[in-house]
Nanobody
Framework: QVQLVESGGGLVQPGGSLRLSCAAS????????MGWYRQAPGKQRELVAI???????NYADSVKGRFTISRDNTGNTVYLQMNSLQPEDTAVYYC????????????WGQGTQVTVSS
């Protein structure tokens, strides 16, 4: 069983930066696709960014050029560097990992709140 622990959320002013981290434990997930999703109040959960085991990345259009996803050398921790944050980025951010060949093997973190406000 895999556990995901997220950290790094908080309150930031518009134009500021935050870095989210998600550490996986319980099993090696170096082959998994790792990603970040977010859910704002009253809205559906949406993809923010994903990164493959080989380092290929994909971003939502709304965050391209502002957010950067990366993973550490062990492949068990994923980061989301968020720059130039705007109020519309306010949401609960969730870490997700999934096996590329077995999509049912998917795990979610508990979520971390990001609030962008002056």
């Amino acid at each position: 069983q895999v556990q995901l622990v997220e950290s790094g959320g908080g309150l930031v002013q518009p134009g500021g930066s935050l870095r989210l981290s998600c550490a996986a434990s319980g099993s090696s997930v170096s082959r998994y696709v790792m990603g970040w999703y977010r859910q704002a109040p009253g809205k559906q959960r949406e993809l923010v960014a994903i990164i493959s085991s080989g380092g290929s990345t994909n971003y939502a259009d709304s965050v391209k050029g502002r957010f950067t996803i990366s993973r550490d050398n062990t492949g068990n921790t994923v980061y989301l560097q968020m720059n130039s944050l705007q109020p519309e980025d306010t949401a609960v951010y969730y870490c997700n990992i999934r096996h590329p060949l077995f999509p049912s093997s998917s795990y979610w973190g508990q979520g971390t709140q990001v609030t962008v406000s002056s």
